[in-house]
């Protein structure tokens, strides 16, 4: 009896982490750059159709690479004097040079994901907006870049806007720093990881929208990055990768 009690147990944890691993994915990824027309003129050339954003009240700009599954790139960019806490975050990302930035999960509820953070005695800081709650972590954390989102009202794109000319479908493969304590947080959120040959300090972690592959920090930049992103395309084995 003792020993069927500890199957079921197992069981059900095991149920219980791959149905949450399902449902979070990668959201998006995000990328600073020195000059937004430039960005959006180099990616639109690449082969994407490239929506661009608004000038912000903060001082930012951004533009947005989207795909029919919901993941995207966007493009973030200063166009003003930034003029609160998100658009100084972005000055001092830019200043320690362009490339990936963040990469966003999302899929379950904020108070779920609190709970897990919880459970994994990971510290976080919950913001509540008009559209969106996110959830951040403290820059000195070897997660800060990652966040959590939870949409308020989302909105699909247009058709023409998820097509590309190069094919891309969707994101694939995101490159990412990270040493233990992200390898702690991707395994403690429910992330299936698989070991594999590929040059990785922690192999890739799989989510419904994307995996995840940890790569050593051996860039000068002053927090972790995200340091490449690759997109399938349709009807090929191959991909399009850009390396940030």
């Given at each position: 009896?003792?020993?069927?009690?500890?199957?079921?147990?197992?069981?059900?944890?095991?149920?219980?982490?791959t149905?949450?691993?399902?449902?979070?994915?990668?959201?998006?990824?995000?990328?600073?750059?020195?000059?937004?027309?430039?960005?959006?003129?180099?990616?639109?050339?690449?082969?994407?159709?490239?929506?661009?954003?608004?000038?912000?009240?903060?001082?930012?700009?951004?533009?947005?690479?989207?795909?029919?599954?919901?993941?995207?790139?966007?493009?973030?960019?200063?166009?003003?004097?930034?003029?609160?806490?998100?658009?100084?975050?972005?000055?001092?990302?830019?200043?320690?040079?362009?490339?990936?930035?963040?990469?966003?999960?999302?899929?379950?509820?904020?108070?779920t994901?609190?709970?897990?953070?919880?459970?994994?005695?990971?510290?976080?800081?919950?913001?509540?907006?008009q559209?969106?709650?996110?959830?951040?972590?403290?820059?000195?954390?070897?997660?800060?870049?990652?966040?959590?989102?939870?949409?308020?009202?989302?909105?699909?794109?247009?058709?023409?806007?998820?097509?590309?000319?190069?094919?891309?479908?969707?994101?694939?493969?995101?490159?990412?720093?990270?040493?233990?304590?992200?390898?702690?947080?991707l395994?403690?959120?429910?992330?299936?990881?698989?070991?594999?040959?590929?040059?990785?300090?922690?192999?890739?972690?799989?989510?419904?929208?994307?995996?995840?592959?940890?790569?050593?920090?051996?860039?000068?930049?002053?927090?972790?990055?995200?340091?490449?992103?690759?997109?399938?395309?349709?009807g090929?084995?191959?991909t399009?990768?850009?390396?940030?």
């Amino acid at each position: 009896m003792l020993v069927r009690q500890v199957y079921l147990l197992i069981a059900f944890t095991l149920l219980h982490v791959t149905g949450f691993c399902q449902s979070l994915k990668v959201d998006h990824v995000i990328a600073v750059v020195v000059n937004i027309d430039e960005a959006i003129k180099s990616y639109t050339e690449k082969g994407f159709t490239v929506k661009k954003g608004a000038d912000h009240k903060n001082g930012l700009t951004n533009a947005h690479i989207k795909f029919s599954n919901g993941s995207y790139l966007e493009l973030m960019s200063i166009k003003g004097e930034p003029n609160d806490e998100i658009a100084r975050t972005y000055v001092d990302l830019l200043n320690d040079g362009e490339g990936g930035v963040f990469i966003a999960l999302s899929g379950i509820t904020t108070t779920t994901f609190q709970r897990t953070l919880e459970k994994l005695n990971i510290e976080y800081e919950t913001k509540i907006q008009q559209n969106w709650t996110y959830i951040t972590f403290e820059p000195s954390s070897g997660i800060a870049h990652f966040f959590f989102i939870e949409y308020h009202n989302y909105i699909s794109e247009a058709k023409p806007t998820t097509q590309h000319k190069n094919l891309a479908m969707r994101i694939e493969s995101v490159w990412v720093e990270g040493e233990i304590d992200v390898k702690y947080f991707l395994d403690g959120i429910g992330f299936e990881s698989r070991k594999d040959a590929l040059n990785t300090t922690g192999g890739r972690f799989i989510t419904e929208s994307g995996e995840i592959i940890l790569v050593s920090n051996k860039n000068n930049h002053q927090y972790p990055r995200i340091r490449a992103i690759s997109f399938l395309v349709f009807g090929s084995s191959e991909t399009i990768r850009i390396e940030f």
